[in-house]
């Protein structure tokens, strides 16, 4: 918001929250079944969690899409011309397709993807939703940002693409070498069996 100091919104901070749930739980879906195959996971990780990672992520979609619509209908409602302009940057200029790919692919096709009881229970395909909500939370942001500094028409800088590959690289090179020191289980937990057996 300190991009465009003029407009104000009291859900704006939640409605970012919101979207880092959707892409942190999509990161640990992604990571949960890369290292489903792999022990100690292999021997922990069932069709019940996997699915209840789905519905967890069900959960925060329908909460990032309720966050995003109720600062739109408190904008939409209130009607006044400083909290609109944040909007109509938004709604012209190219930028306009970029909000309907948000309400497409952050919302409505994962939401009823999610739905499939079939889907959410096999790790692949959960994978692949988790995937696209991830890439969808990218843009998110960019829709977020970008429209402060060229609200005319849809800029995308060659360094929009690179600067996230390259921190997100280095961030999960850092992830990843962290990772391989540590154990994936709390083995020393009391209630590790009966996780275990839950599942």
């Given at each position: 918001m300190s991009l465009e100091p003029h407009w104000f919104s009291t859900i704006y901070g939640f409605l970012v929250i919101s979207g880092?749930?959707?892409?942190?739980m999509a990161f640990a879906i992604g990571m949960t079944g890369w290292l489903a195959d792999v022990e100690p996971?292999?021997?922990?990780?069932?069709?019940?969690?996997?699915?209840d990672?789905?519905?967890l992520l069900l959960a925060f979609v329908m909460l990032w899409a309720y966050c995003a619509f109720?600062?739109?209908?408190i904008t939409w409602s209130g009607d006044l011309p400083e909290e609109i302009r944040w909007y109509l940057h938004r709604s012209r200029g190219g930028w306009n397709w970029l909000r309907l790919l948000l309400l497409?692919?952050?919302?409505?096709?994962?939401?009823?993807?999610?739905?499939?009881r079939r889907l959410k229970d096999r790790a692949q395909s959960l994978m692949?939703?988790?995937?696209?909500?991830?890439?969808?939370?990218?843009?998110?942001?960019f829709w977020l940002i970008t429209p402060?500094?060229?609200?005319a028409q849809l800029h995308v800088h060659w360094l929009d693409l690179v600067a996230p590959l390259g921190m997100g690289g280095l961030w999960l090179t850092v992830f990843v070498w962290q990772l391989k020191r540590r154990s994936l289980l709390p083995f020393h937990d009391p209630r590790l069996q009966e996780i275990i057996q839950h599942g």
């Open positions: 880092q749930l959707v892409a942190a996971l292999a021997s922990v990780v069932s069709l019940g969690y996997v699915n990672l789905g519905n109720s600062q739109l209908l497409l692919f952050h919302f409505a096709v994962p939401f009823f993807l999610l739905f499939s692949r939703i988790a995937a696209l909500l991830f890439v969808a939370h990218l843009l998110d942001v402060a500094f060229f609200p």
